[in-house]
């Protein structure tokens, strides 16, 4: 084994019962370098890290070799294993909210890990993660030990995950995903600081990913992996430039691209002027009354019939709040135009007729569907709201030709949500709000938690309903690079301000304000055309 060689996999392979879904892989990571390990959903990516470090459940079948520095890891006993994970192997996981204890405060979840394999307690305890919170930027350090995981935000809440991650100063750090759920801007500051750290403490990386903008410019070497096996291995720059697998030019070449069809002098759809939304702060007993939180400030917009406006901005900066205000979903002051209805002046069952004309799709297509409803209840169940003088056999029948609209087979209208992929469940989210021939639809961060691939196919299926349909999009997202394949026009939001708006690509390109500047260089993107 080379000296340099951190964690080394030797023809692993990992089963459950008789499926296996690692067959015989083999990588290095190698002390001082990010190797990323990236795929598909259902590659084997994260299942390789777990199950390399001992991670998966007891029914799974682990075979091959398994070495960190010189240690065996196949022979250690689970009172080494203890002693190994949190102290020379770190992690660092997708969704910080739910790898962090809601009960407990941010200092007491870091202190655990340094009473655990350090024997440190009390004010020294305490000294160490203050110590490590200001090692990960995170600002006022000492007042955030004692907060909750809920007051921090998502790009907080990761650098607590990080600071927890590197607490033992281990010699290999596991990312897996680390920056899915992150805006842009955040996602180059947090692996920009594990680089750092990385750098700093002499520590090998294995980064788990799908989204290779990221691996391009913060990897060194790259593995990559389709159903369980080797595809192939190199440096991050022969593996882009020369890829020597099909499915790495596969998944090279599934970055979003294209751009919406025109839409040409389409009238008007929904008009909103001078559209604001103000949240009243809780008032505490014998306290005076606080002005309120400004959420969204006063702003225009407006969408044609058939066309999609783009809504871009970092977390709280007003984009779910401004398409709630559109939809009447919270309080909101301005005028709301809708296809000639003043949607602002509407309440009880005018409000409800209208609003089978506005739909929405969320971001996580799993949470905004029922675990326990067949997929053919999910998708009708707003048919049956809405237009209750159908016959079942005409609801049947909607249901069938909206899953082939949305390129699903008849046959899974009686599966249950948790029988599909990322991707499919979103289509059958789609399917719920197309169902209702509606004449907008918000799509609140779609295609976030979705591969490249699954992006790019999800992004032909909109543009090619919104061609047949004449439907409008208000597209809100922090990946530009969607943005740019799926809007004609698009708003940049900063704080519940509209900092700058126009056609899409003259905005990208020529980005005017230094903000929109700041998002276009974390994104990335490269120009088109």
């Not at 969204?296 to 901005?313: K, M, N, Q, R």
């Not at 597209?475 to 004609?488: G, N, Q």
Request: hydrophobic fraction near 40%.
């Amino acid at each position: 084994m080379n000296n340099d060689t951190l964690l080394s996999l030797d023809r692993l392979s990992i089963g459950f019962g008789d499926t296996t879904v690692v067959k015989e892989l083999s990588l290095d990571v190698r002390r001082g370098e990010t190797l990323a390990l990236v795929g598909e959903s259902g590659s084997g990516k994260s299942v390789t890290a777990l199950g390399a470090l001992n991670l998966l459940p007891p029914n799974a079948t682990i075979k091959g070799g398994r070495w960190l520095g010189d240690t065996d890891l196949s022979r250690l006993t689970p009172r080494k294993w203890q002693g190994l994970l949190g102290n020379r192997v770190g992690f660092v996981f997708q969704e910080p909210m739910t790898s962090l204890n809601p009960l407990h405060t941010i200092g007491r979840q870091l202190a655990e890990t340094l009473r655990l394999h350090q024997g440190l307690r009390g004010r020294g305890a305490r000294h160490r993660c203050r110590e490590l919170l200001e090692q990960v930027r995170l600002p006022r350090a000492e007042e955030l030990l004692d907060a909750w995981p809920h007051q921090l935000s998502g790009g907080q809440r990761q650098r607590v995950m990080i600071a927890m991650a590197i607490a033992n100063q281990p010699e290999l750090l596991v990312a897996d995903e680390p920056t899915t759920a992150l805006d842009v801007t955040v996602q180059q500051e947090v692996l920009a600081l594990l680089a750092e750290l990385r750098d700093h403490h002499g520590m090998g990386m294995l980064f788990i990913t799908h989204d290779l903008n990221l691996v391009r410019r913060h990897a060194d070497r790259v593995c990559v992996m389709r159903h369980g096996e080797h595809q192939e291995t190199g440096t991050v720059e022969r593996v882009f430039q020369s890829p020597q697998s099909a499915h790495a030019r596969e998944l090279l070449d599934a970055e979003p691209e294209g751009v919406p069809t025109p839409c040409g002098d389409a009238p008007t759809l929904i008009e909103a002027r001078q559209l604001s939304v103000t949240f009243e702060r809780r008032r505490r007993l014998f306290q005076r009354r606080q002005p309120g939180f400004e959420a969204l400030a006063p702003l225009d917009l407006h969408i044609a019939a058939g066309e999609t406006l783009g809504v871009v901005g970092e977390s709280g900066s007003g984009k779910t709040t401004l398409a709630s205000a559109l939809l009447r979903l919270n309080q909101a002051k301005g005028v709301i135009d809708f296809a000639g209805a003043r949607l602002d002046q509407l309440s009880g069952k005018a409000l409800r007729q209208q609003r089978r004309n506005l739909q929405i799709v969320f971001q996580d297509p799993y949470g905004s569907l029922s675990p326990r409803m067949p997929v053919a209840d999910i998708i009708s169940e707003g048919l049956r709201y809405h237009q209750p003088e159908l016959s079942e056999q005409e609801v049947s029948a909607r249901v069938r030709a909206t899953l082939r609209e949305v390129e699903l087979p008849e046959h899974v209208a009686q599966r249950y949500p948790h029988e599909f992929s990322g991707g499919q469940r979103q289509r059958i989210a789609v399917a719920r709000a197309i169902i209702l021939e509606p004449r907008l639809i918000v799509l609140d961060e779609p295609t976030s938690a979705l591969d490249r691939t699954v992006q790019k196919q999800l992004i032909a299926l909109l543009r090619d309903l919104q061609a047949r349909r004449g439907l409008s999009y208000l597209f809100i997202s922090h990946d530009l690079a969607v943005v740019r394949a799926m809007a004609h026009r698009v708003m940049v939001l900063k704080e519940g301000r509209l900092i700058e708006q126009g056609p899409c690509m003259d905005v990208l390109s020529r980005p005017a304000d230094p903000y929109t500047r700041a998002l276009v260089k974390a994104a990335g993107l490269v120009p088109q055309g």
